[in-house]
């Protein structure tokens, strides 16, 4: 079997002993367990990225968890891999210095998105945008993390920079509608930043006009069951959209999100997608063509 990862996190799928040797190296405590668990809820999964992103303030710590993610990918026999980090959350140089470590690592191995969080002013997104116009191996650029009611930017403050993404022929995809977040996120990120792919998108089903427009314009959803699960968007594995958006017509690609935090591996989540009800072999071969299909290109 292959398999396609186009949504994981750099600083969530470094190996566990990587993560103790880089901790040993920076003098940090790790808490006692660093995975998610079932039903943890999604703020409390997303403060466990405050520990491994402590581990990764130095480049040559950012260069080795790269380069180790694209050779575990080859072992996993990850056909198409797309890996995505905040260079804003790693300030131990100028960014462009931080991507190129990343991308000095991964070494033509995979695709690298470069993600905005909610909250972040319009500029980071758009020096995202400045970064990956001089460099083909940054294909994409995200928005990540969750919007709050304490920020003072929202979604469609980020339109420009993603616009000129577009413009720039650079991928674009964007964490929406993720447990109980309205599907309205999605539809902005499609309208307002004209998004291609669409992380989670778990609340979709909500809204059939939303369902409408993610199949008018060919939008990819990137689903990450366990990682869905995990942060509570969804009671059990069971309960997943996945089937009833494939019998729609929506196209849907599989991934793993975060390989040591979910304690997860691709073949794992591809399991675990196959024992939704409703899904069978044959869906998840559509799956896994979706994705191959769906890789950012420059
Ligand atoms: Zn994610």
């Not at 491994?52 to 080795?64: E, G, N, P, S, W």
């Not at 968890?65 to 905040?86: G, H, K, M, P, Q």
């Not at 909250?119 to 970064?131: E, K, R």
Request: proline share 4%.
């Amino acid at each position: 079997m292959k398999y396609t990862e186009l949504h994981l996190h750099l600083d969530g799928s470094m190996r566990a002993q990587t993560l103790n040797d880089l901790a040993k190296d920076a003098g940090i405590t790790l808490p006692k367990d660093i995975r998610f668990f079932s039903g943890m809820g999604l703020q409390e999964a997303l403060l466990k990225f405050d520990s491994t992103v402590a581990c990764l303030q130095r480049i040559d710590h950012l260069r080795r968890v790269a380069a180790e993610i694209c050779e575990d990918a080859i072992n996993y026999s990850v056909t198409n891999l797309e890996i995505r980090f905040a260079p804003q959350l790693h300030p131990i140089a100028p960014a462009e210095e931080v991507v190129d470590a990343v991308l000095d690592g991964i070494d033509g191995r995979a695709g690298l998105i470069l993600c905005g969080l909610y909250g972040d002013s319009p500029t980071t997104l758009l020096s995202h945008v400045n970064i990956a116009k001089t460099r083909i191996g940054v294909v994409g650029i995200d928005l990540a993390g969750a919007p709050h009611l304490s920020h003072k930017w929202g979604i469609e403050d980020y339109a420009d920079a993603y616009n000129k993404a577009r413009q720039l022929g650079i991928g674009r995809t964007v964490h929406a509608g993720e447990g109980n977040r309205s599907p309205l996120e999605i539809r902005k990120a499609i309208e307002l930043l004209h998004a291609q792919r669409i992380g989670h998108g778990t609340s979709l089903l909500e809204d059939f006009s939303v369902v409408e427009l993610v199949i008018d314009r060919n939008v990819v959803i990137e689903a990450c069951p366990t990682s869905n699960m995990q942060t509570g968007a969804i009671p059990t594995v069971s309960h997943h959209p996945l089937p009833k958006w494939l019998e729609l017509g929506i196209q849907v690609c599989i991934n793993s999100d975060n390989w040591l935090l979910s304690n997860i591996d691709p073949a794992e989540e591809y399991q675990r997608a196959l024992s939704i009800p409703g899904m069978s072999t044959n869906l998840l071969d559509t799956c896994l063509e979706t994705g191959i299909n769906a890789v950012f290109t420059r």
